[in-house]
């Protein structure tokens, strides 16, 4: 942990429960908590996220010819997801990628991110590019009102101001002094959501997750994580297999939210007339229950029923959708 993310550690550890592996579970409702990324402003202490900077002359090329993203169109103060591939074109890490006038920040969970960014450094060689690890809290603020909330919050007028980028899921923030970002933007308006709400927003929204179903053999379309892919740019590490899925066929699984009436477990397997179909990768029981699953794409269907190995009844459902 970085002495930034320690010293947030420690401003938070009186008001919320810990988590194990470090962050804040819960800040004491979670209903409240999901309720606040759904409808409000909810600000969240990604304690399992790291940040790089990516600098030098050459960083947009150098990003750009290795990741899935277009890169160079980033504006400063906007923020993308996008994703290295292996040389088969399977997900490895997926990346919220910042911009700043000279620089940009790579973002994301680890260990994954760490695995990540050291791939990418062996890409460097002679290249005008240096990669350097932050010393920073990684927050997110998510929900309709966020945007409100973040201007409201008058961060650039900060001492030590956090680097802060809007993107499709809401606002990144990587912040060298996040306490005294924590309490701006909770002045603001924004309610504090822990991990655990969190997550549970994050398996409703059908959103894919690093080492639950990013695992590095998927495919970024058996994921869902097409918006993350720029079809029209040139090479990247692992472009032919996943331009040719996109323009000539398709995968044999997806990636599926699954309501469920009784608890399930990850790992379980998904039948369909005692056939093997998918296996469930993530669980949540921050309001109902709801799981992610790679399902085969037959079978994937909104309103499809399968039944676990021990016996639960599920059904695919529609993500909830928003950030």
């Not at 970002?181 to 709400?197: E, F, K």
């Not at 669980?283 to 085969?296: I, K, P």
């Not at 639960?312 to 959708?321: D, I, K, L, N, R």
Request: net charge negative; hydrophobic share 40%; glycine share 12%.
């Amino acid at each position: 942990m970085t002495s930034a993310a320690t010293d947030l550690s420690d401003f938070l550890s009186d008001v919320g429960t810990d988590r194990d592996g470090g962050g804040v579970a819960s800040f004491g409702d979670p209903a409240e908590e999901s309720r606040a990324l759904r409808e409000g402003a909810g600000l969240v202490w990604r304690a399992d996220q790291r940040a790089y900077r990516v600098g030098g002359a050459e960083r947009g090329d150098f990003l750009h010819r290795l990741l899935t993203a277009d890169i160079k169109g980033l504006t400063a103060g906007s923020c993308r997801t996008s994703l290295l591939l292996d040389n088969k074109g399977r997900t490895q890490v997926a990346f919220e990628i910042g911009a700043t006038d000279d620089e940009f920040v790579a973002a994301g969970t680890t260990p994954q991110v760490d695995v990540g960014m050291e791939t990418l450094a062996r890409y460097v060689l002679r290249s005008d590019v240096e990669i350097t690890v932050l010393d920073a809290a990684v927050l997110s603020v998510t929900g309709p009102a966020a945007d409100a909330v973040v201007g409201a919050a008058e961060l650039t007028t900060l001492e030590n101001s956090p680097m802060a980028f809007r993107g499709g899921r809401g606002w990144l923030l990587v912040a060298a002094a996040p306490r005294r970002v924590w309490q701006r933007l909770t002045t603001a308006g924004a309610v504090p959501v822990g991990l655990d709400a969190a997550e549970g927003h994050r398996v409703a929204l059908g959103q894919a997750g690093a080492g639950s179903e990013i695992t590095g053999s998927e495919f970024p379309q058996e994921l869902r994580l097409d918006a993350a892919i720029d079809f029209d740019k040139g090479c990247y590490l692992g472009q032919e297999t996943v331009a040719r899925i996109h323009y000539r066929g398709q995968v044999n699984r997806l990636l599926c939210v699954l309501a469920c009436d009784v608890a399930v477990q990850v790992g379980e397997a998904l039948l369909v007339d005692g056939k093997g179909v998918g296996r469930i990768t993530s669980v949540t029981t921050s309001s109902d229950v709801v799981a992610l699953a790679l399902v085969a794409r037959d079978h994937s269907d909104v309103g499809t029923a399968l039944t676990t190995d021990s016996g639960a009844v599920v059904t695919v459902v529609e993500a909830t959708g928003g950030q």
